[in-house]
């Protein structure tokens, strides 16, 4: 055996034990929960569907394996092996890495910042969901009472319901307005719940994750079932997986494969190194990382039937009302008896009466109705949970249990992933041990959520659905790419590839095989830095902008797209680089703290340079890599 | 056009009076001539003229019940009724109800006339009645707003029904106040706990800390005491594997 097994390294730091998770099942249910998040359920499918069905999915697997298990193995066994969150583990691997552990936290925090506020819309709509009518069925009225609000009118009563009453969105993100009081009381809530369950850290976590994990996997069944027996659910799930092999001819599948396993997955985040921290250091990480990845991408697949088997019957239910109403032009205007053209007759008598009165046909509203044009208007991310999901229970009988069932859900889902996101602020900061020991670690937990809300106000403005956007697009994608393939090229090359394949030996009783190796030292960091190269080009390819609700726009209800003013530009570039400047920072910080010991020691005492190291290895620094497989 | 009409027939009359002095005939002009009149009043598109679609099979289906002259007589009766409802239109008869081009599809077209028919009511008057009364009427024939349509007339749409506080409000105080009392409830457990743990070990950590206190320092170098914490695990003797069987 190459290491003798260390004393606890953690025992010093807490002074109790480090706490450790009730059984296998808890952790696992942790990790899963944290990984299949929303994403799973409003962005896998879209991009199944875009990307031709079932051929999707074979760049899907193949990042799968080449990027997504590796670099997740990776961060479970050093999370487990050193016993530490981020902050401690790197600075274990290399205190001029420890900008790495920073980054992670400073990400963790910014991203915990807009997914709470999603789970707060979330709440918003599961509150809503408790009555009948549901309230984004109808328009409300306009003032005299003769007809609709305007804005209601010329869109729709569920975009209506999401852009105005409950976000009241401006038509500009210069034009910040006030904050909403229902958002910011349901984001109260919201921070109040994922307090409640990480308020004593895993011992909390661990009794609530049984729900919050497994329910989301209820409600999914349920949806199936009840998906699968609705008419037009065959022709969603036939246009999602029918594959079209000619689209992997664009590299765009490829990059949006790659991004998506990866963000997937939750890496870089550094929850996954917190959770396993808990973890016995004699546990099989190996078997872990692939089994929680092989969930996570099972829940997207499981989630995408279910979302299509739905759309697929909203389609349906769109064309058959695009159908009936041209028929009742047709028969409102030649004052044909009622119900005497069916939806099939409806092409033949359009002709027939188009060859006779073709002067009366062309003046009425008849719109070209066809399935294809329907099932092609999918949507992705809030678009789909709070437009095309609400319009299409508002068809299912007993419209409100399947409302309540699947924001429900989306909740238990956000919740989870919160757990992980907080669990990775919180972590680290205990280790480095930032409040003095005898303070409560429920004060601690209570800090950083309390700090975690007030900075979240921001969301609950009037145009906080457009930083949103901003966060998500540039404070979350590029960091965490970034991040992980720094994580990848500092265990490989700086904590030695020898010396990691003997701490995986010690922990699962077996030497890493060589497609671990290879995908470590090569495949992964070269799949990580071409896409972050692809990410950055696509990203500022063109001027950045944003897309606008406007009802004064003369498309609307198509949005207006706004380019960013000058000073949110500077903002998104402040946020894609502020995590990561981290790094330099903190390499820089230890380089002039070593430099001034050395120089003051010197002075003092001639060989003292091994005793200023912080880590708990000794010969971190000066061991070279040699590994020679 | 009505004059017209009147002139024609009067004429039509005068010609035929000596020969046709008959009170059958008599009646039979009185019936054309009424007929004419009404017949112009009542056209589509006429002045104050409203057109009226219903859609009876969308709104009952199977219990859809057949469009007679029966319903024809209860329409006018409702128009009839609204119309006696407005100030200085009280003396309004069914009679004066007129109903034409009654169509397949269900819909036809009506007029109001005033006592000496000969007129029709302004657009205006019979617009608000009917707008008042559109409740009343569209139960009386099992439908609603949209499967009773009077064009030109747009209805009252009914208030929204909002309760003095909203149901959202009722539930997020429910699961608010919970969640509060959960967190109060771990925090003082935390508290209690953590103050049983310190009473406990209070007694031996007192005594740890006076043999801490004599650390006895020989030739500069400190030296541990006497272990007085009880039974130690010697490292040396300890392995990973237990190859020997416990006794």
Redesign the interface.
Known sequence: MAHA?EPDPAASGLGDERPKWDNKAQYLLSCIGFAVGLGNIWRFPYLCQTYGGGAFLIPYVIALVFEGIPIFHVELAIGQRLRKGSVGVWTAISPYLSGVGLGCVTLSFLISLYYNTIVAWVL?YL??S??HPLPWSSC??DLN????VEECQGSSAVSYFWYRQTLNITADINDSGSIQWWLL??L??SW??V??CV??GIE?TGKVIYFTALFPYLVLTIFLIRGLTLPGATKGLIYLFTPNMHILQNPRVWLDAATQIFFSLSLAFGGHIAFASYNSPRNDCQKDAVVIALVNSMTSLYASIAVFSVLGFKATNDYEHCLDRNILSL??EF?????SISRDDYPAVLMHLNATWPKRVAQLPLKACLLEDFLDKSASGPGLAFIVFTETVLHMPGAPVWAVLFFGMLFTLGLSTMFGTVEAVITPLLDVGVLPRWV???ALTGLVCLVCFLSATCFTLQSGNYWLEIFDNFAASLNLLMLAFLEVVGVVYVYGMKRFCDDIAWMTGRRPSPYWRLTWRVVSPLLLLTIFVAYIILLFWKPLSYKAWNPKYELFPSRQEKLYPGWVRAACVLLSLLPVLWVPVAALAQLLTRRRWTWRDRDARPDTDMRLDTDTRPDTDTRPDTDTR | MAKADLSAAWIFFFLTLPCVFHPERMLWLLFFLVSAIHAELCQPGAENAFKV?L????ALGDKAYAWDTNEEYLFKAMVAFSMRKVPNREATEISHVLLCNV?????FWFVVTDPSKNHTLPAVEVQSAIRMNKNRINNAFFLNDQTLEFLKI?S?????MDPSVP??II??GV??CI??V??AL??LS??WQ?RRKNKEPSEVDDAEDKCENMITIENGIPSDPLDMKGGHINDAFMT?DERLTPL
């Open positions: 097994p918003w509150l809503n408790f009555q409300p009225p009472r003769t007809g609709f009381i349901c109260a809530a109040a719940v307090y409640m308020i004593r909390t028969i409102n004052d044909f008896p009622e119900q409560p670690k429920e | 679609r859609s009876i099979r969308t169509t397949q599809r269900v819909s747009p009252t749409l009914a208030p929204p149901i959202w539930i997020f699961i608010f969640v509060i959960a967190i771990l925090i935390g508290i953590r990973e």
